[in-house]
């Protein structure tokens, strides 16, 4: 396992230096090396069975990411919002047999994406119940041994930092929305920068939106970039005036959005499907959410 490997080279080299007791040491080195290698060969006997849904874009790429993921210790992932890249890149990796030695951790910048990611992975692998794809946040932790892929957020990654510098525990690093570019995953891409010539069995996938692609291969040494088209379903794109309307708040252009929204499927399906608003914070959301309920838009 890699959280082993630097523990039994530093104690192999103490051994070399010790002239009393080296046998009884060397003997009780080789039995931990031995647990160690038989724990790998159970998590490769006990892999999930792994399949690409065909309608998610992100499927006609597969091919294409494995052949870069194999060649590159650094690849960055670019596409749109609904192309699959959060839910099957990881799926990919333990196909290619990551996620064995050490785990395959991926960032998410909210807790709540942590989690909901990890359920959807786990039930496409049929490992829900399990521990196989597990997450950890902020109190609460369930990852274990049998972990391959962890969610996190991008915080619990740096806090982890402190007391394992060298990231031991993974073989793969995904850093999930990239584009975002808070001052967690800058400082992580800077860090992670300094780290991986120093861990050449580290492998590293940033995920992007079309955004700032280029700056993210720059800063990794022109790593390669690979892009990936489409979403699962169509999106169409109504921009709102606001020549009129430049003293109005956030909260009233939401809601003055949800009519428009409602007008243009009055006679279509969306007419009573849901509306999903992005906010960029629990204050703006708060605030959005009173002002929708005392509009309360039909």
């Known amino acids: 396992m890699t959280k082993d490997q630097h523990r039994f080279r530093v104690s192999l080299q103490k051994l070399r230096q010790l002239n009393n007791g080296q046998a009884e040491k060397l003997k009780s080195l080789q039995a931990s090396i031995e647990s160690s290698s038989q724990q790998v060969l159970a998590r490769k006997s006990a892999l999930p069975s792994i399949k690409f849904p065909p309608e998610l874009p992100i499927s006609q790429a597969i091919d294409s990411i494995r052949d870069l993921i194999s060649k590159n210790q650094v690849i960055i992932v670019a596409g749109e919002t609904g192309s699959g890249k959060t839910t099957q890149i990881p799926k990919l990796c333990l196909d290619m047999g990551l996620g064995i030695k050490g785990m395959i951790g991926h960032t998410q910048p909210r807790r709540l994406a942590a989690r909901t990611v990890c359920s959807r992975i786990g039930d ?84 992007s939106a079309t955004i700032d692609v280029e700056k993210f291969s720059v800063h990794f040494e022109s790593a390669p970039v690979i892009e990936v088209s489409g979403r699962t379903y169509p999106v169409n794109f109504v921009y709102q005036s606001t020549d009129e309307n430049e003293e109005e708040d956030l909260d009233q252009r939401v809601v003055r959005a949800i009519h428009e929204i409602r007008i243009i499927g009055k006679k279509s399906p969306i007419a009573h499907r849901d509306i999903l608003v992005f906010l960029s914070g629990e204050k703006e959301i708060r605030d959005t959410a009173n002002t929708i309920l005392k509009d309360k838009p039909r």
Not at 166 to 184: C, M, P, V
């Open 124 to 207: 496409e692998l049929g490992v829900a119940d399990t521990s196989a794809v597990a997450y950890q946040v902020r109190f609460h932790d369930y990852t274990d041994e049998k972990t391959y892929i962890k969610l996190m957020t991008d915080g619990i990654l740096l806090s982890e930092i402190r007391e394992d510098p060298f990231l031991n525990k993974y073989d793969t690093l995904i850093i999930d929305e990239a584009h975002e570019r808070s001052l967690n995953i800058d400082f992580l891409l800077g860090y992670l920068k300094r780290l991986l010539p120093r861990r050449p069995d580290l492998k590293l996938i940033v995920t």
